[in-house]
């Protein structure tokens, strides 16, 4: 046996070479194929002539995540995958529940936006500054949707957190609205 690597490292899939676990990795393929079929849906619904499936462009992100645990070979490599993640809602916020329509509104019955969709437009924008190489901006958004108003630096951990969120609050959406019975 090779005593220089550790066995349980050498199996588990997510950890950094820093040390730390990866949690967009770790994202269940269900949850990734439950998210991918009803933004599929979505973008079948209303027409998007997308060149890529959803699956892929999460599939995608997974394995920029599983190359910067290895090797950093792209120094960019949260701009493309803020880049990639931010395709499954961009410019379409709107149409989730046009599409789906066992979604809830928009706008409740007050008139006061739903907090899911507020939720899911800041992490959008923070992706899309994050895209666009506009560091402040994406490190505000990060601010809020963490909490935390001392983020000093959007660094791997920080990224990898709202990453894993933003997936984890599309797929608590569909499941919760779309998924009757499961």
């Known amino acids: 046996m090779d005593e220089s690597k550790d066995p349980l490292l050498s199996e588990q899939e997510g950890v950094s070479t820093g040390g730390y676990e990866y949690s967009f990795v770790a994202i269940p393929k269900r949850h990734i194929v439950i998210v991918a079929a009803y933004i599929q849906l979505i973008w079948k619904v209303k027409n ?7 699956e892929q462009v999460l599939e995608n992100t997974k394995s920029l995540f599983r190359e910067n645990q ?3 070979s792209d120094s960019l490599w949260k701009e493309h995958c803020a880049g990639s993640l931010r395709e499954l809602l961009d ?3 709107s ?3 046009y599409a789906l329509a066992s979604l809830p509104p928009q706008t409740n019955s007050t008139g006061q936006r739903e907090q899911i969709y507020a939720d899911l437009q800041l992490y959008k924008e923070f992706l899309n500054d994050l895209a666009h ?3 402040n901006s994406a490190l505000k958004n990060a601010r809020l949707i963490l909490g935390d108003t001392t983020l000093a630096d959007i660094d791997d951990r920080v990224f990898d957190k709202i990453c894993t ?3 984890d609050l599309l797929y608590s959406l569909f499941r919760q609205h779309c998924m009757k019975g499961d």
Not at 48 to 54: A, I, L
Request: charged share 25%; proline share 9%; glycine share 4%.
């Open 133 to 135: 190489l506009q560091g």
């Open 48 to 54: 998007f002539e997308k060149t890529v499936s959803p």
């Open 95 to 97: 149409d989730l529940p």
């Open 70 to 72: 290895d090797r950093i």
């Open 91 to 93: 410019c379409h916020m």
């Open 165 to 167: 969120q933003f997936i």
